[in-house]
């Protein structure tokens, strides 16, 4: 059966959902399509479920913790089945809410795919569309070391939903999924072992957050092996699983009860029939698109994780709500990336960064000072006992203005807003010291590089930024 629409979005996660309720916002007729389930990838298999268990971790290290403020509540018992039961419970709610939204608009549940630009096939249904939203997301990357497969191994989703922790584990890869997992399950108590090829974990990031977090691992107890290339991995008559890696020119192995795959995602593209629809795209890098969300195709518009940029919520909310307004007004408003690479990583301690990085801006050559603040010197974390890590600030030598900001510490996930909102409104090193923080609060923390960087500005250029 044919049936027509203003617009059609393929994919009812967090970037469909968000052009769906955009476009009907504008009087638009729209129809959603998903293959199922229902959620998206952040309630069902991403954000939510992994926040959720590392909340157990962290309490469970709080406790073991709690002796050097003068507390002992000896060691925690982990019960694993309650673990995932509350999970379970937590996320289905999300779920619950999430899915009465999209039922709110004609739904198509099935594989999508293109027979022309302006027609697609769900089963028996064709949806013919004056525009097209393309937000299917991403997948898990299909596993490329030799004997992996045959070995077997937990990706991500199974991961997060185990009937029982393994009592060791090999973790492949040091991003932020492996990395966040890799502490929740040694905080329960499995023993972990961390293999990458980088020299540090999150090798995204820059060098002292990356070696920081490495090193604060470390001292937990969770093995890091860096500089590791993995060449095959194979299984002992004893069941253990064996991972072979080159470091240093010399053959390593590690055996563990279970090897944790975490070596990326890959754009959902496969199937959609995107060669009918005259819309180019890669399996790696996703579909191409420009600044105003459009593929090659003008009326057909790609968002979130399927465009392989930025593998975020909010800039696939972002995206959605742009290319609904582009789709149905015909405009050209272009999505705004300026504060798209803020991100934050729930390890403990956290790391969060708004706008540009260090690293980003050497390689822009862009000239920045920057200045930094331990919180091991910093009086409430001192007083609370969470002294890992530090904060840093990135400016302008010429204006003062806010390059960016990255925090590794307590916290980080919440701190680094005041970093986004100084950023968004393009406010300086000047004005940020002119902000009232409460004493003694954590926040507090981030005056003190943004009061070094209005020293080093005003000492190297004292009239032009004379206020």
């Known amino acids: 059966m044919n049936q027509q629409f203003d617009l059609v979005v393929i994919g009812a996660g967090s970037g469909g959902y968000a052009a769906a309720r955009t476009a009907r916002d504008l009087g638009a007729s ?73 039922e ?50 937990i990706d991500s989703d199974a991961a997060l939903d185990l009937a029982a922790p393994p009592r060791s584990l090999v973790v492949l890869g040091g991003g932020y999924v492996g990395s966040e997992l890799s502490q929740f399950f040694a905080r329960i108590g499995t023993a972990v072992t961390i293999v990458i090829r980088s020299g540090q974990l999150l090798s995204g990031e820059d060098a002292d957050i990356g070696q920081g977090l490495t090193k604060y691992f470390r001292e937990e107890g969770i093995a890091v092996h860096t ?58 890098s996703g579909i191409p698109i420009d ?32 290319a609904a307004r582009n789709a149905i007004r015909l405009t050209h408003e272009r999505a705004d990336y300026r504060l798209s690479k803020t991100h934050t990583i729930f390890t403990d301690p956290q790391v ?46 010429d204006d003062g203005r806010i390059l960016g900001a990255a925090i590794l510490g307590p916290d980080a996930s919440d701190l680094i807003h005041e970093m986004i909102v100084a950023i968004h409104f393009r406010a300086t090193v000047f004005d940020f010291v002119k902000i009232p923080h409460l004493h003694p609060t954590m926040a507090e923390i981030l005056t003190y590089p943004a009061e070094e960087l209005v020293e080093k500005i005003t000492a190297a250029r004292p009239l032009a930024v004379a206020r």
């Open 227 to 284: 500089g590791a290339q993995v060449t095959r991995v194979s299984r002992r008559a004893d069941g253990q699983k064996v991972v072979h890696y080159q470091q240093d020119g010399t053959e390593h192995t590690v055996a563990a009860d279970e090897i944790f795959y975490t070596l990326g995602r890959v754009p959902a593209v496969a199937g959609l029939g995107l060669e009918a629809a005259g819309v180019p795209y890669h399996a790696v």
């Open 104 to 153: 709110t608009f004609p739904l198509f549940r099935g594989e999508a795919s293109f027979e022309s630009p302006h027609r697609l096939r769900v089963g028996n249904d064709v949806l013919e569309g004056k525009a097209f939203v393309i937000a299917t997301g991403s997948e898990i990357a299909p596993p490329v070391v030799p004997g992996l497969a045959e070995t077997g191994y």
């Open 291 to 322: 600044d105003t969300l459009r593929t090659a195709q003008p009326h057909i518009f790609a968002v979130g994780d399927v465009t392989g940029r930025f593998l975020l919520v909010h800039v696939a909310i972002q995206q959605g709500e742009t």
């Open 352 to 397: 969060a960064v708004a706008g540009e990085s260090e690293k980003e801006l050497l390689a822009s050559a862009t000239p920045y000072l920057v200045a930094s603040m331990p919180f091991d010197d910093h009086g409430k974390a001192i007083a609370i006992g969470k002294t890992k890590g530090f904060v840093k600030m990135m400016a302008s030598p």
């Open 30 to 102: 729209v129809a959603l399509v998903d293959r199922g389930p229902l959620g998206g990838l952040c309630i069902l298999r991403g954000c939510m479920p992994s926040k959720t268990l590392i909340a157990t971790g962290d309490a469970a290290h709080e406790i073991r913790a709690a002796r050097e403020l003068g507390v002992h509540a000896g060691e925690p018992a982990i019960d694993f089945p309650a673990v995932m039961k509350r999970k379970r419970e937590i996320i289905a709610g999300f779920a619950e809410y999430r899915i009465a939204g999209i």
